[in-house]
């Protein structure tokens, strides 16, 4: 019989407080020094969160096999955990530190040129990238430049932090779509030629598209292709990787994948999944402390096949 989460109100609201307060206290400190914070949330992060820290070892040894020494994937896994607090404190200072006027000064921008000139022609797209970098950052860049994205995203569990964080989001323009009961939205994105935003690199379950990730079979979600496909959206696959200290990021565009270069075969969907996941896999190995390990991407494995999925049941977020 399946377990359902008891809602406490009063202790959201107690969780959404203490974050509130931590927020205010990280903005509060210069950017140094919410640095030097950062490193020792990671630290403590990383000697109690022992689930997700055995997770990230064995997805690097899944990942590079005998490249990688124990003490190397250990190095690496901490550099995970200071990666991820660096970029929440980012997050936090970002409101108050980049705008129009100076953007220039924290943000290298690399091969956009395809996708602004795509914006302002009004035709659909689709953003793709993975937990990798600063994910949150493309779309408040995007928002500055007057060009608001639709991203999907799963809603946070607490509905009192879920509307802070999408307040965040929101702030330049940006708009979320939930993942749970967003399909027809997604559709509506496209069918009205504005830019869909989403990560793909999350497990997809069982009834997910296998294809290679760095070397093994990873489940992906098989609606970015069918949706890209069927509006003739091309997929601009890109990154925030973070080049330097006080909020030095490049944005870049590493790929684009044209829909309408496909053969129009039974494999389009599979080879589509695979470029994109492919080209996601070569942004990661630039610096992989920089991705988010820590989620179980390989968490199922090819076996027998069910009834197929339909696409809404498919949507990465």
């Known amino acids: 019989m399946p377990r359902h989460k008891v809602k406490r109100p009063w202790l959201d609201y107690v969780v959404y407080l203490a974050v509130r307060a931590i927020v205010v206290f990280a903005q509060a400190l210069p950017i140094a020094q919410a ?25 690097l040894r899944l990942a590079y096999g005998e490249q990688m020494t124990d003490a190397d994937r250990d190095q690496m896994v901490r550099g995970v955990y200071r990666h991820f607090c660096m970029m929440l404190m980012e997050i936090f200072h970002t409101p ?6 100076n953007y220039r000064k924290y943000i290298t921008l690399v091969g956009h ?35 608001p994205t639709y991203s999907v995203a799963r809603a946070l569990d607490n509905p009192y932090l879920d509307r802070y964080l ?5 702030q330049t323009g940006q ?16 069918q009205t030629n504005k830019p869909l935003s989403m990560l793909a690199d999350q497990d997809a379950g ?35 990787r973070r080049i330097g200290p006080g909020f030095r990021y490049e944005l870049r565009c590493a790929e684009i994948i044209q829909p309408s ?10 080879l589509l999944t695979q470029r994109y996941t492919s080209a996601l896999e070569d ?22 096949r069910k009834k197929p999925a339909k696409a809404q049941e498919m949507i990465p977020g």
């Open 113 to 147: 040129e395809p996708i602004l000139e795509r914006m302002l022609s009004n035709e659909p797209m689709i953003l793709l990238s993975g937990h990798y970098g600063n994910w949150e950052m493309a779309g408040y860049v995007f928002g500055l430049f007057g060009f």
């Open 283 to 304: 942004l990661i190995r630039r610096d992989p402390t920089q991705y988010l390990w820590l989620h179980r991407r390989w968490k199922h494995q090819p076996t027998a």
């Open 206 to 240: 069982q009834r997910g598209m296998f294809v290679d990730f760095f070397g093994r079979q990873a489940s992906t979600h098989k609606a970015i292709a069918l949706l890209a496909i069927e509006h003739n959206a091309p997929i601009m696959v890109g990154v925030a």
């Open 96 to 101: 108050k530190t980049i705008n129009l006027a």
């Open 35 to 59: 640095y030097a914070l950062a490193r020792l949330l990671a630290w403590v992060m990383y000697k109690v969160d022992k689930r997700h820290r055995q997770v990230g070892l064995d997805n």
């Open 175 to 190: 708009r979320m779509i939930p993942k749970a009961g967003g399909y027809d939205q997604i559709v509506e994105v496209l």
């Open 261 to 270: 270069e496909l053969s129009g075969g039974a494999d389009d969907v599979k």
């Open 166 to 170: 999408r307040s965040f989001r929101e």
